[in-house]
């Protein structure tokens, strides 16, 4: 009996799938839930999940594993999901050293991957491929941004350092292209750091006028809280990642009026943006970060191309995330030839609302920014 | 690199080690006395930083939060020793670490249900706050003297601890020969409890003076056990000496090989090519380190038995 309603149920699916494109997509989502870098993964599953419950599809199906931030675990859950439980679309990494290590072998199986965090430069040129998309940004924009605004803000010789990782080195190679002033000293620290006294007294030795620093998650926090007792006065900018909601309330006053870039912020008005703020705030109970944006956006890009193919035909599927038709919450996007994001760099500054530390707009810094490797790229 | 700022490096070398020494001294104890590994150290650190950073946003006092931190990770210690690592103690050392692995996923899945993925605000105490000058020009924070000086005094009174009271005699002759001690009537259960408790406050207090400097969140014990592993191999398991000289040692070394190195590589290759090699090399350093000294000494430098 049991048989002939497995049999009956699969003979309806396939009626079904060849009428209308019912075929359920399988995500997989390997991402940071615990350690030092935890507040990244868990904005990313949050954004992602919200988009997924607020369109209602039972056709997207995700499951959702934890790295621990291990380059050697994320494989290992890569390897499984995609032999094991045959996802068709991965996603969900945030660290640049974890996606260099899963990425290539996972595209290179026939999966989709769309970072909605890390975007290392390998990947955006010689290393691009068809099936990956990256629907937050090539690591070097959110830094370039900044170079530009340290000229604009008058600073000559700045004191820039970042951690010892892939991300860490396209962020001073981002922040150099457009700086047109002198580095006072490029430090790399270990990643995962807490304890920044050392570079500190650096900073204080080197005599800079400011200070770049691109050090996400519990990194960034230790090191603001620790700059902020230095006796050191000189001001520090740096990307979102130094400055998100999730930074911003453990560093305290300390970040206030600190410039930062970012290609999101709660207060881009446009109707996704206001919509998806809201629904964030309602169902978690917290302000939104930028990583939270980011999740939101790759689940309604495949959502959207959901609607338009089937996803066991890669390279319809392929086409229609390609279109990127769908509201992204940061206003205008589409995809460079790469798939790398084209999209606007806000810089920002630390305000307070209320009670809260959070970001405010305070101008565009790159226009229409796509990535510095897209040339190198065959696709 | 002028003399202020090796000055500088230095002093923040040796708050470093002084921190691990915390850390190092409850696990040293723990293993010397009841040849126990814990893994679950790390976690009574993070204990002690979340019971700060709750007690002190709740009543606005840094120094609540530090006794509460002080009081919460010593009893926290007595309880987890009470209900699982008591039996423990006649296992396999495979099995402690297998068990005290399980109780750092408890403590961090149960602190995570209780507070969140998020890191938790926790700022140093007003009458800390700022940086003083130090002779020869240099600029140095309150805090870090601060813990230094606790450091230092902490260090201090465990030597007058294990080497003048009654329970240091207990401590010591239980890490001679535990079933001599008890024959001779002395109550080891009570003493390991107290041992473990005592090693849970340090490491609680180590976590709230160090949460008040960088992120509050879970999981922040675990890189600095490894360093205390370090240590204590380092210092010779079981030695409170070893312990505070190993830990010393370890922040100095770690921290000038982070400022240094690169700067020496910058002698003979391009800038961008000496920060990335002296960076991983100094994130060796320690580990290096280690090493050395296991080759010339394999007990570590003051193996309990042999002071």
Not at chain 1, 10 to 24: D, I, K
Not at chain 2, 125 to 135: E, H, K
Not at chain 2, 145 to 157: K, P, R
């Amino acid at each position: 009996m049991k048989k002939l309603i497995a049999a009956s149920l699969l003979g309806l699916g396939l009626t079904v799938s060849a009428g209308a494109l019912a075929e359920p997509v399988k995500v997989g989502m390997i991402t940071t839930l615990s350690g030092g870098g935890s507040g990244l993964g868990v904005d990313v599953r949050d954004g992602f999940m919200l988009a997924a419950k607020m369109a209602g599809n039972k056709d997207l199906e995700v499951i959702v594993e934890d790295d621990a931030r291990k380059p050697d675990l994320a494989v290992q859950i890569a390897d499984k999901m995609i032999q094991k439980e045959k996802v068709d679309v991965l996603t969900g990494i945030i660290w640049s050293n974890l996606a260099m290590a899963v990425v290539p072998s996972a595209v290179g199986q026939g999966v989709f991957y769309l970072s909605p965090n890390a975007g290392p430069s390998m990947l955006a040129g010689k290393g691009c491929h068809e099936n990956y998309f990256n629907v937050a940004w090539q690591n070097d924009n959110l830094h370039e941004a900044m170079g530009g605004h340290a000229n604009s803000a008058g600073f000559k010789k700045t004191f820039i350092l970042a951690p010892n990782y892939p991300a860490g080195k396209d962020a001073l190679t981002g922040f150099k292209r457009f700086y047109e002033g002198d580095v006072a000293d490029e430090l790399y620290t270990k990643l995962g750091q807490t304890d920044y006294a050392a570079e500190i007294a650096q900073i204080r030795a080197s005599g800079a006028d400011s200070v770049f620093f691109f050090l996400p998650g519990g990194m960034g926090i230790a090191f603001m809280k620790q700059y902020a007792q230095s006796g050191v006065d000189i001001p520090v900018m740096g990307p979102a990642f130094s400055f998100d909601q999730g930074i911003l309330g453990a560093v305290g006053e300390a970040a206030l009026g600190v410039k930062n870039s970012s290609q999101w912020s709660k207060d881009i008005d446009n109707p996704a943006n206001k919509a998806f703020v809201e629904a964030f705030q309602a169902e978690y109970g917290r302000l939104p970060s930028l990583y939270a944006s980011q999740g939101f956006d790759t689940a309604n890009l495949i959502l959207s191309a959901m609607q338009k193919a089937d996803v066991k035909d890669a390279d319809a599927f392929r086409a229609a995330l390609k279109e990127a038709d769908f509201d992204s919450v940061r206003g205008d996007f589409k995809f460079d030839s790469n798939q790398h994001p084209i999209q606007d760099i806000y810089v920002r500054e630390v305000i307070k609302e209320g009670d809260v530390l959070t970001n405010k707009i305070i101008g565009v810094g790159l226009e229409d920014r796509s990535s510095a490797y897209v040339g190198d790229c065959k696709l | 690199m002028t003399l202020a700022l090796f000055i500088e490096q230095l002093l923040n070398g040796i708050q470093f080690g002084v921190m691990l020494f915390l850390m190092a001294a409850g696990l040293t104890l723990v293993f010397g006395v009841m040849g126990l590994i814990n893994l679950a150290h790390g976690s009574l650190y993070m204990i002690g930083a979340f019971l700060c950073a709750t007690v002190a946003l709740a009543t606005g006092s840094f120094w609540l939060g530090l006794v509460a931190s002080l009081a919460g990770a010593a009893a926290a210690g007595a309880i987890v020793e009470i209900v699982v690592i008591r039996r423990l103690y006649d296992r396999d050392h495979l099995d402690q670490v297998l068990a005290t692995f399980a109780l750092i996923l408890i403590f961090s899945e149960g602190t995570r249900w209780v507070f969140g993925s998020f890191p938790l605000y926790l700022d140093i105490p007003a009458a800390l706050q700022g940086a003083v000058s130090l002779p020869g020009g240099a600029q140095y924070p309150l805090y870090r003297l601060s813990i230094i000086v606790v450091g230092v005094l902490i260090a201090f009174g465990l030597y007058l601890l294990i080497s003048r009271t009654r329970l240091g005699m207990r401590i010591r002759a239980g890490e001679s020969d535990r079933e001599m001690i008890g024959a001779l009537g002395v109550d080891i259960r009570t003493l390991y409890t107290v041992v473990f408790a005592l090693g849970a406050a340090l490491a609680g207090l180590a976590g709230a003076l160090v949460g008040a400097i960088q992120s509050v969140q879970v999981g922040m014990g675990e890189p600095v056990l490894i360093l205390a592993f370090v240590v204590i191999v380092i210092g010779g398991i079981g030695s409170i000496k070893g312990a505070l000289i190993g830990a010393i040692l370890v922040g100095v070394v770690d921290t000038l090989g982070r400022i240094l190195l690169p700067n020496f590589f910058e002698l003979f290759m391009g800038p961008s090519q000496a920060t990335s090699v002296g960076s991983a090399l100094a994130s060796m350093a320690i580990y290096i380190l280690m090493a050395i000294i296991l080759a010339v000494k394999p007990q570590g430098l003051f193996a309990a038995g042999s002071q």
